[in-house]
C-alpha cells in the first residue's frame, strides 16, 4: 500500500510539475503546450477499460502518457493492461497527426546533461517535424523506451517515412568518383533523407535529387518528380535532369557500389 501510495504521489507531482512552465528555465511555452496538448481527434474508449485502477484516469497527452508507461513496471501491470496502454500511446499518436501535428520524439540527458532547448524541429522525406526530446538522468533512460518506440513507429508509419535503423546513420555524408566515361560523379546524403547527385561533365552537368532510404547496408535512391517551374529551369540551364526509380547501391567500408547492374562505385569523402 505504501509503494501504491509513493507512486501515485510521484505521478501527481510530476503531472504537476509538467503543467507549469514557470517552475523550470529549462522548458519553454511551446514544449508545454505540446506535451498537454489534448487531440481534437481523441477517441475516448466508451467500451475497453483497464483492469489496473491505478490506469482509470483521464490519459489524453503526451505527457501523461509518458509518465504513465514509464511506470508499467512499479504498477505490476498485466499483460491486457500493458496491451491497453500500448494502445492509449498508439490513438494519441494517431490523434496528433489528424490534428496536423507532426511529432518525433528523443531522449536526451545522462552524463552530458540535457540542452537548454528541449523542443526543435527536422525535415524528413520533406516534411516539417517536431523534435520532441525527454530529459533523463543516468539511471532512467531505460523508462522512456517503450513509450518512444511505440508513439515513433505510429508516427514514422503515418508520415509514410521508413524509421531509422541501426545503419542509417552510416551513411550520411559526400561520396565521389567516376563514371565510365571519367566524369566526376557526387552524391550528397543528407540527414533529412534527401540525397542529391551530380555528373560534372565540364561544360555542363547532369543532376537529380530526391529521397533515399537504406535497407541494412542498402541504399535506394528514388529522383522525386518534376513540375513545370522545374522542367522550364532546366530548360534554360546547362543542367540535365536524369532520373533514379530505385538506384540501388551496397555501402561497405565508407564506399558505395552500384547493384543495378552497372558499374558505379562512390567513395565517402565527407562525413
Known amino acids: 500500500m505504501r509503494k501504491t501510495v509513493f507512486i501515485l504521489s510521484f505521478v501527481f507531482s510530476t503531472l504537476i510539475f509538467a503543467q507549469n512552465p514557470e517552475s523550470s528555465t529549462l522548458y519553454e511555452k511551446e514544449y508545454?503546450?505540446?506535451?498537454?496538448?489534448?487531440?481534437?481527434?481523441?477517441?475516448?474508449?466508451?467500451?475497453?477499460?483497464?483492469?489496473?485502477?491505478?490506469?482509470?484516469?483521464?490519459?489524453?497527452?503526451?505527457?501523461?502518457?509518458?509518465?504513465?508507461s514509464g511506470l508499467r513496471d512499479d504498477f505490476k501491470?498485466?499483460?491486457?493492461?500493458?496491451?491497453?496502454?500500448?494502445?492509449?500511446?498508439?490513438?494519441?499518436?494517431?490523434?496528433?497527426f489528424l490534428d496536423g501535428k507532426r511529432i518525433l520524439v528523443?531522449?536526451?540527458?545522462?552524463?552530458?546533461?540535457?540542452?537548454?532547448?528541449?523542443?526543435?524541429?527536422?525535415?524528413?522525406?520533406?516534411?516539417?517535424?517536431?523534435?520532441?526530446?525527454?530529459?533523463?538522468n543516468c539511471t532512467n533512460t531505460i523508462r522512456d523506451e517503450n513509450f518512444i518506440r511505440k508513439?515513433?513507429?505510429?508516427?514514422y508509419s503515418l508520415m509514410k517515412i521508413e524509421p531509422p535503423n541501426r545503419k542509417t546513420r552510416l551513411f550520411y555524408g559526400e561520396y565521389k568518383g567516376r563514371n565510365k566515361d571519367r566524369f566526376e560523379?557526387?552524391?550528397?546524403?543528407?540527414?533529412?533523407?534527401?540525397?542529391?547527385?551530380w555528373i560534372n561533365k565540364g561544360h555542363g552537368s547532369d543532376f537529380t535529387e530526391?529521397?533515399?532510404?537504406?535497407?541494412?547496408?542498402?541504399?535506394?535512391?528514388?529522383?522525386?518528380?518534376?513540375n513545370k517551374d522545374d522542367e522550364i529551369s532546366f530548360a534554360l540551364s546547362s543542367a540535365k535532369w536524369i532520373e533514379f526509380n530505385d538506384l540501388v547501391f551496397r555501402l561497405k567500408k565508407g564506399k558505395l557500389t552500384e547493384l543495378n547492374g552497372g558499374n558505379l562505385k562512390l567513395k565517402k569523402t565527407v562525413e
Not at 508513439?151 to 508516427?155: E, K, L, T
Not at 560523379?185 to 547527385?197: A, G, N, P, Q, S
Not at 530526391?210 to 518534376?226: P, Y
Open 32 to 68: 508545454y503546450d505540446l506535451i498537454n496538448y489534448v487531440p481534437k481527434n481523441l477517441e475516448l474508449d466508451s467500451i475497453l477499460k483497464p483492469e489496473s485502477r491505478l490506469l482509470q484516469v483521464e490519459l489524453n497527452t503526451i505527457s501523461s502518457l509518458h509518465i504513465y
Open 77 to 96: 501491470l498485466n499483460e491486457n493492461d500493458n496491451k491497453w496502454l500500448n494502445n492509449k500511446i498508439d490513438q494519441i499518436a494517431m490523434a496528433l
Open 106 to 136: 528523443s531522449s536526451v540527458g545522462g552524463y552530458s546533461g540535457c540542452p537548454d532547448k528541449m523542443i526543435d524541429t527536422l525535415q524528413l522525406n520533406n516534411i516539417e517535424i517536431i523534435n520532441l526530446k525527454f530529459c533523463h
Open 151 to 155: 508513439f515513433n513507429d505510429r508516427m
Open 185 to 197: 560523379i557526387k552524391l550528397v546524403l543528407k540527414e533529412d533523407r534527401t540525397f542529391k547527385f
Open 210 to 226: 530526391g529521397l533515399w532510404k537504406n535497407i541494412n547496408d542498402t541504399l535506394i535512391l528514388k529522383s522525386r518528380n518534376l
